[in-house]
């Protein structure tokens, strides 16, 4: 029986990009294993290169845009967004889930920060001029608990930053709308370690004095992210992923799969009264569909089931319980098949009659 994990917190890597990686570990480019590799030598400086190169073409990102490859993980960026761009002003945080909260949490140790729902977006008018205007507007793209996700992203007098740590380069992006974003790449491109960070130019320049070097987005881009040691092994994964995108058709690919497999999850949900899905539809995520049980008590022998049939982690975050499957772009067709046979089969064969 095969095994297949649906976690939220990291994806798995296709079966060609583990094996490339796998050989790398062995030897990279005849020079020894990757996970020696320095990261001042001219190979690692090439592999930085072709990475930025590959993210360039298939995100097709403008030129006055930077990108860095940094540490600490989509946390690190929560600090860091404040020093960097603040600027003795106020910001507007959209709150959708659980992940846009932490990421205002952390902006509110600096000053008080606006905090929107996100219906209320659209009608908001308290921008603010000159001055006074807000220093910019954060989003989450995919809120990975709560299993929302934003269709396209709204337009906004300010700058837009966007978190897409669950479902960047999971569909294109419009940098017309979006000036900053920034993604782990631990589910859908690669392995936990490092964070890609996409900005405008004009975003840089505008650090707080007190910005600790390494989240100070101005001395990473002049440093060419080389600040302090870049991880190295991550990159490579990235670019591993990179190329197997590429090879599938790119990000419009990608998409086309999230919504082919998120479709058929949901669809299995919504034809059986056995199973309620959590978002409303317009918000539903094509990434991390969230679903409960009718009968809530019925979770605990849900999940020993699917876990019998080899699929895993399909509990829903701790804050928020429920059920949650998770899509990240390495995942193999085949445990998207496996999954909605589980479902339709649990629902017949432990609900018949109930609902
Ligand atoms: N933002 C989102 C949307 C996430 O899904 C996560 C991790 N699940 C984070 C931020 C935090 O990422 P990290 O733990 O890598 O800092």
């Known amino acids: 029986m095969s095994r297949y994990s649906f976690t939220a917190a990291a994806g798995p890597l296709p ?19 990757i996970l020696g590799l320095s990261f001042v030598s001219e190979r690692f400086k090439r592999l930085q290169q072709e990475t930025e190169a590959a993210l360039r073409r298939l995100l097709a990102i403008p030129q006055h845009f930077r990108v860095l490859f940094l540490s600490g993980g989509a946390t690190a960026q929560f600090a860091a967004l404040p020093f960097n761009l603040l600027a003795g002003r106020t910001a507007v945080y959209v709150e959708s889930g659980h992940w846009s909260r932490r990421a205002r949490d952390e902006a509110a140790r600096h000053g008080p920060v606006t905090t929107l729902p996100r219906e209320g977006l659209a009608s908001f008018a308290a921008w603010g001029s000159g001055a006074d205007a807000a220093a910019y507007c954060h989003i989450t793209s995919n809120e990975t608990a709560d299993g929302t996700q934003y269709g396209e992203y709204p337009e906004v007098p300010v700058p837009l930053l ?32 490092l964070t890609v960070v996409i900005l405008r130019d004009d975003l840089l320049g505008r650090a707080a004095s007190t910005t600790p070097r390494v989240l ?97 982690d399909l509990k829903g975050h701790p804050d928020l319980g429920g059920l949650r499957v998770s899509l990240y772009n390495g995942l193999p067709e085949a445990a998207v098949a496996a999954l909605t046979g589980f479902l339709e089969d649990y629902a017949r064969r432990r609900c018949a009659g109930r609902a």
């Open 162 to 193: 966007a978190d897409m740590t669950s479902d960047f380069l999971t569909r294109p992006i419009d940098f017309g709308r979006v000036a900053l974003a920034y993604a782990g790449t631990q589910k859908s491109i690669g392995v936990p370690g």
């Open 216 to 312: 100070d987005y101005t001395v990473q881009a002049a440093a060419d992210s080389r600040v302090n040691t870049p991880p190295v092994f991550a990159i490579f994964v990235l670019r591993a992923m990179l190329a197997w995108i590429e090879a599938q058709g790119g990000v419009t690919a990608m998409a086309a799969i999230a919504r082919r497999r998120s479709e058929a999850v949901y669809a299995v949900v919504d034809g059986h009264p056995a199973y309620l899905a959590v978002a409303p539809a317009a918000l539903r995520s094509r990434i991390n569909p969230c679903f409960r049980l009718a009968e809530a008590a019925q979770t605990a022998d849900f999940l020993a089931a699917a876990e019998a049939a080899g699929l895993h």
């Open 15 to 33: 079966a060609e990009v583990g094996a490339a990686v796998a050989e790398a570990c062995r030897d990279y480019e005849g020079c020894g294993s």
